[in-house]
C-alpha cells in the first residue's frame, strides 16, 4: 500500500508499459494533455486508416458499422449511461458547446460556475451573457479550494438556469463535489451541465451518481484514445425539448419542402462527416480502459501522484499548488527562481513531458491565487514509481 492508502499493484503496470510503445522513449508525464495511447487504440486507428485508403472511406464505414455502433454502447457502459444518451463529437469543448448554446436564457437569468471553469466554457459564457443579458456567477470556494456547496445552496433562487461545473480542472490537482452539486441541482430542478473532461479516465464517472443533465469529455486524455475525438451525454428525459444550436442531416431528418424532423437520441448533437478511424480508436481506448478496470486504474493514478506530491512538497524551492481534499492525478507546482515554462523545456531535453498551465485557460482562480503560470505533471497508471523518482532527480 502507498502513504495514502491506495494499492498501487493491483495492476500488471509490465503489461501496461508493455503495451504502450511511448514508455520505451519519454517518461510521459502528460496524461492530462494527451495520454500515450496504449497499442490495442493505435493499432484500431490504423487499420481502420488502413481500410479507407484500400478499399474506399465509405466502403470501409461500411463494413465499420457494427463496431461504430459498439462505441456507444461503450461509452455508455463507462459513464452509466443508456446508449442513447450518448453522442460522439469532435472534442470536449464542441460537446459542451452543443450542450450549453442548446439552453435559452433571458436577461436577469442567472449561470452559476465553479471558479476553476475552462477558459472556452467561460468564453461561451460570455458570449451568451452579452447576447442575452443573462449574468454569470462564480460559485466561492471551501477553505480547501473546492467549490463550496453550503455557498451554492444560498445561491439558488427562481432565477437561477444553469448550474456549469468543471469536475476536474485543467490547472490543478482539485476534485471537484460534482455529486453533491448534482443533489443540490436536482432538489431545485435545474439544469445541471458537467465538464468532465479532465476527470473521464483517471477515475469512476458515473451520470447516475452525479444527478447531472448534461456531461463531455474528451478522449484524449486519461482515457488515452486518439486527438480530435469527444462525446456528450444528454440524459433522456432532459434531452426532449432541447434542441441543438446547429442542425445538419444526421442531427435532423429533411422531411417535407419546409419541414425537418429532429433525431430522437443524443446523436442530434453530432454531426455528419466525422473521423471514423478516431471515433473507433476512442470506443477501443474505453474498452482498454475498463479492461484495467476504472477503480484499479484511479487507485494507481492517484497513488501514484501522490507519491510525487509529497517528494515534491519536501524539494526546497518547490511550492505544489494542487487545492482540494482529494486530490487527483494532476500536480501543480512551481520552483523559485525557474520559469514554468523553462523548467518544461529542460525537462524535455531529458526525455520528460510535461506542460505549463497558465492564466489564460482558467483565470479566475489563478487570478485569485496570484498565479501566472505552474508546471503541471499529470501521472497514470503505466507511469512507475521508478519514474518519479527520476523526475524529481532531474527535476
Ligand atoms: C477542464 C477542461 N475542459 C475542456 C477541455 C477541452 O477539451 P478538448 O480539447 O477536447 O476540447 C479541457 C482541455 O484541456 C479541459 O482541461
Known sequence: MSETGADLQ??????AREETPGCANVIHFNNAGASLMPR???DTVREHLSLESTIGAYEAEDRAQSA???VYDSLAALLGAHRDEIAVIENATHAWDMAFYSLHFDPGDRILTSSVEYASNYISFLQVARRTGAIIEPIPSDAYGRLSVEALEEMIDPRVKLIAVTYVPTNGGLVNPARAVGAVARRSGIPYLIDACQAVGQMPVDVGDLDCDMLSGTGRKFLRGPRGIGFLYVKREFMEGLEPPFLDMHAATWVARDKYEV???ARRFENWEYNVASKLGLGKAVDYA????????????WGLAAMLRRALTEMP????????VEKCAIVTFTKKGRDPEGIKNSLSEKGINVTVTTTTSTRLDMDERGLTAMVRASIHYYNTEEEIERFCAAL
Open 40 to 42: 490495442p487504440v493505435f
Open 10 to 15: 493491483t495492476l500488471d503496470v509490465a503489461r
Open 290 to 301: 475498463m479492461g484495467w478496470g476504472i477503480e484499479a486504474i484511479w487507485q494507481r493514478a
Open 263 to 265: 433525431r430522437p437520441d
Open 317 to 324: 524551492g518547490v511550492t505544489v499548488h494542487d487545492l482540494g
Open 68 to 70: 461504430l455502433g459498439r
